[in-house]
């Protein structure tokens, strides 16, 4: 029996049914022209028809060779796209993409986008050890819709240029790298709710269990949050400009400027609580927000929230507030 996990897209005319990919390293793969979101093909409904999983325009999966009624079979677990990748159409059509089992998905053309339309709804997920899903250029979670981009496993995306989560105003990004071996890298600029040059929609950055997250530089606007427990490295720079709420220790390499509007979240247990380690120095502004929780605890106890090689250039926070449980 054939063991391989579905890897569906969205056409980019919502209402319509959406190509769909079996991706197994070893076997063939299976694309449906007319199945619905996830919907395994049918033994009997396969056609022997050969194409090769190269397509000009991401929003439809077109082939080469295109003939047989429903089906169509290709001979490796890796998808070359050469054009524009949506994940969720432009007209607002929901997405999913699925890729597990050491399957490859590289996106050579265009921008890719996951959620671009105001309606839709979409995600993707890279899902264990030799999964891969490599962009060459720019990479938006969140354009005009909803977008979630989830990093498992051992999965890892490579994306060649800027990646921006919660791009446009009324967008919603999130990014979720969950793993030790877990990696999302980017050549460019990593915004969090906006882009490079400034706050949009509404992004989360949430690392998770050891997972790892590499760009040149991070950016947390208003709208965006930062949190987790994981490592933030290569990136010379990070601006923080929103929410950092970490849950127990986040990495981060380079230089870190909180600035006016930031607010910096911690959770305090006996035995320990959420912060920052930083590789570089840091600038400290915004607002510190401390909550207490569970008990009892020992008075003198100390806890360290935020830590910086590089010191702290004789900045602190603008506001701190504390919140300790009675009794």
């Known amino acids: 029996m054939l063991s391989a996990t579905w ?3 969205e056409s980019s005319l919502a209402g319509q049914t959406a190509p769909s990919l079996l991706l197994a390293p070893g076997h063939r793969g ?27 325009q991401g929003r439809w999966a077109t082939f080469s060779e295109r003939t047989g009624p429903r089906w169509l079979t290709a001979l490796e677990s890796t998808w070359t796209n050469n054009g524009f990748f949506y994940v969720g159409g432009e007209q607002g059509g929901n997405g999913v993409l699925n890729i597990a089992n050491g399957g490859h998905v590289n996106s050579n053309g265009s ?18 050890a030799n999964s891969l899903w490599n962009n060459f250029r720019g990479l938006y979670i969140g354009f005009d819709g909803q977008g979630t981009l989830s990093i498992t496993n051992g999965g890892r995306m ?25 990696i999302f890298s980017t050549g460019g600029a990593l ?23 590499s760009a040149a530089s991070l950016n947390i606007w208003e709208p965006g949050t930062l949190t987790g427990t994981g490592s ?21 390499a380079g230089t870190v400027t909180f600035g006016a509007t930031a607010s910096t979240v911690v959770t305090v247990t006996p035995a320990g609580g959420g912060n920052v380690a930083v590789q570089g120095s840091v600038t400290l502004a915004g607002q510190l927000g401390v909550t207490f929780s569970g008990g009892p605890f020992t008075p003198g106890t100390q ?17 701190v507030s504390i919140d300790f449980p009675p009794g």
């Open 7 to 9: 890897v569906t897209l």
């Open 30 to 56: 299976l694309i449906a022209t007319t199945c619905s979101l996830g919907t395994p093909a049918p033994a009997s409904s396969v056609s022997r028809t050969v194409a090769r999983l190269a397509t000009a």
């Open 158 to 182: 490579t994306n060649g240029t800027f990646a921006n989560v919660g791009f446009s105003v009324g967008a919603t990004g999130t990014l979720n790298v969950s793993g030790a071996d877990s």
């Open 191 to 213: 915004s969090i709710g906006g882009n490079a040059g400034g706050p949009g929609g509404t992004g989360l950055l949430d690392i998770d269990n050891g997972g790892t997250v």
């Open 303 to 319: 806890y360290t929230l935020l830590q910086a090689r590089g010191g702290l250039n004789g900045t602190t926070f603008s506001t």
């Open 232 to 252: 933030i490295t290569n990136s010379t720079t990070t601006m923080m400009q929103g929410t950092l709420a970490p849950e127990q220790t986040i990495l981060i």
């Open 111 to 128: 921008f890719a986008y996951i959620g671009y339309g105001t309606n839709s709804q979409s995600s993707a997920t890279i899902d264990g």
